[in-house]
Structures are given as structure tokens and as C-alpha cells.
């Protein structure tokens, strides 16, 4: 979910991952590796992310609800 709530807030923002790389602190390959689930973050990185972004850190660690998204099928 961190991966994807991530990668959705920083493009509602308009930020490239270099742009939330520079205003976290952070290395541009690292935003890369968390969204592509590629990395394990500790709550401090969390954190950082969630101040960045100006969401709090369960905004960042629940689903976000997408409309676009359509339910599982059911086979009966």
C-alpha cells in the first residue's frame, strides 16, 4: 500500500520522484525502489515521506479507495 499511495500522492502533486527525492532529503533512486516495492522503509522514512507530502503516516499506510479501480469478481 506504501507503494502505491506514494507513487498517487506524489502525482497528485505533479512531483517527479527527483522533486519528492530533493524536498525529503532523499535519494531519487530510493523513491524509485520504494515505489516499485522493491525497497523495505523503517517508520522514520515513513515519516519523512508523510511530512513531505503533508498527509499524516496512516494516509500513507491505507488504502486508498480508487474509483477507477473495479471490485473482484465473484465466481459462483
Not at 527525492?21 to 525497497?39: N, Q, V
Not at 503533508?54 to 477507477?68: A, G
Amino acid at each position: 500500500m506504501l507503494s502505491a499511495n506514494l507513487k498517487q500522492l506524489r502525482a497528485e502533486r505533479g512531483w517527479s520522484q527527483e522533486t519528492l527525492a530533493e524536498k525529503a532529503d532523499m535519494h531519487r533512486t530510493f523513491i524509485s525502489l520504494i515505489e516499485r516495492r522493491g525497497r523495505n522503509v523503517t517508520l522514520g522514512v515513513v515519516e519523512a515521506l508523510a511530512h513531505t507530502l503533508e498527509v499524516d503516516v496512516p494516509t500513507l499506510l491505507t488504502p486508498i479507495h480508487r474509483s477507477d479501480v473495479q471490485s473482484p469478481r465473484t465466481i459462483k
